[in-house]
């Protein structure tokens, strides 16, 4: 089983549109959770770290379910800049070293 | 706000060489980390190292790997014989003592092997 899980899309959606992402990981006993954004042929970035009350940057919110081991983002509004690939990343500790995992990447095109 | 250097950001080099890829990270963090992204596939982690010691190696980091942080601020990464499979991104990167922020990436260092 893949420690993170994404559906890989592409979601091709129209701008103004609303997109959820979802996610899975395995491992329990993860310690934080996080949506980093990549453009083409560039590093992933921070988009923003994910808690269980949930929360919310301008358009993103982000919502962690503990007990189903479930991640999600979802983008209200979406703008052409929107599009890119977006990574499921969990922190794990495992023998006092702490370790990214990343997801395999949903890819997003917010078409005119 | 705060960067992770990485220089060169293109490297081409011919199977068989050594090659070593230089990263400055964030002056106050702890943890340093190497990772590695072959074109179309997921980032794949490499090596974390904290204290001056490797913490852990994933199954790639063989013997051809090795990393270094020789001056307290310079963080290397060397593959002694570089293979035509060794081709990709290596992203650099490091994390600070509050882990809810995550880690800060370098942009990245293209790795072509010919």
């Known amino acids: 089983r893949k420690e993170v899980e994404q559906d890989p899309g592409p979601f091709n959606v129209p701008e103004g549109a609303t997109v959820a992402f979802n996610c899975t990981y395995s491992?329990?006993?993860?310690?934080?959770f996080f949506w980093y954004r990549q453009d083409c042929r560039k590093e992933p970035k921070l988009l923003m770290s994910?808690?269980?009350s949930g929360n919310e940057d301008g358009r993103f919110t982000a919502q962690l379910n503990r007990a189903s081991q479930y991640i999600s983002l979802l983008i209200r509004d979406s703008k052409l800049s929107d599009s890119a690939t977006y990574l499921c990343?969990?922190?794990?500790?495992?023998?006092?070293?702490?370790?990214?995992?990343f997801g395999s990447g949903t890819r997003l095109l917010v078409r005119p | 706000e705060p960067e992770v250097t990485q220089t060169p950001s293109h490297q081409v080099t011919q199977m068989g060489q050594e090659v070593i890829l230089r990263c400055v990270p964030i002056?106050?963090?702890?943890?340093f980390y190497w990772y590695r992204q072959i074109l179309g596939q997921k980032v794949e982690f490499l090596v974390s190292?904290?204290?001056?010691?490797?913490?852990?190696k994933s199954e790639i980091f063989d013997d051809q790997f090795s990393v270094e942080r020789p001056d307290g601020s310079n963080f290397t990464l060397k593959i002694r014989s570089t293979k035509l499979e060794d081709s990709a991104m290596y992203f650099c990167?490091?994390?600070?003592?509050?882990?809810?922020?995550?880690?800060?990436f370098g942009s990245g260092t293209r790795l072509t092997v010919v």
């Open positions: 990343v969990v922190l794990d500790l495992m023998d006092s070293s702490y370790k990214l995992i």
């Open positions: 491992n329990s006993a993860s310690q934080s």
């Open positions: 994910v808690y269980s």
């Open positions: 002056s106050n963090h702890l943890y």
């Open positions: 190292f904290y204290n001056n010691e490797i913490s852990e």
């Open positions: 990167a490091s994390l600070g003592a509050d882990l809810g922020y995550g880690y800060t």
